[in-house]
C-alpha cells in the first residue's frame, strides 16, 4: 500500500497514539494531585488531544493507502 506517511513514521505515531499518549495521561491524571501537580485536568487533556490528532493523521494515511490501493 501506498501510505501518505512513510512506514516507519507511521508505525511511530501509530504507537504513540494508541500506547504511548493514553499511557501517559492515565499514570498523569492518576499521580498529577498526588504530587501536587498544577493544572492536572489541563495537562490530561491536551496529551488526549494529542493522542486523537495522532489517530487522525494514521487514519487519513490508511485511507489513502486504501482507496490508491
Same mark, same amino acid.
Not at 8 to 19: P, S
Not at 39 to 57: E, K, P, R
Given at each position: 500500500?501506498?501510505?501518505?506517511?512513510?512506514?516507519?513514521?507511521?508505525?511511530?505515531?501509530?504507537?504513540? /497514539?494508541?500506547?504511548?499518549?493514553?499511557?501517559?495521561?492515565?499514570?498523569?491524571?492518576?499521580?498529577?494531585?498526588?504530587?501536587?501537580?498544577?493544572?492536572?485536568?489541563?495537562?490530561?487533556? +491536551?496529551?488526549?488531544?494529542? /493522542? +486523537?490528532?495522532? /489517530?487522525?493523521?494514521?487514519?487519513?494515511?490508511?485511507?489513502?493507502? +486504501?482507496?490508491?490501493?
Amino acid at each position: 500500500m501506498n501510505y501518505l506517511l512513510p512506514d516507519n513514521i507511521y508505525r511511530i505515531l501509530k504507537w504513540t /497514539g494508541l500506547i504511548l499518549c493514553p499511557a501517559l495521561a492515565a499514570l498523569i491524571g492518576a499521580v498529577g494531585p498526588a504530587w501536587g501537580m498544577p493544572h492536572v485536568d489541563s495537562v490530561v487533556l +491536551t496529551i488526549n488531544a494529542v /493522542g +486523537t490528532f495522532v /489517530g487522525a493523521l494514521i487514519g487519513a494515511s490508511h485511507v489513502k493507502a +486504501t482507496y490508491d490501493a
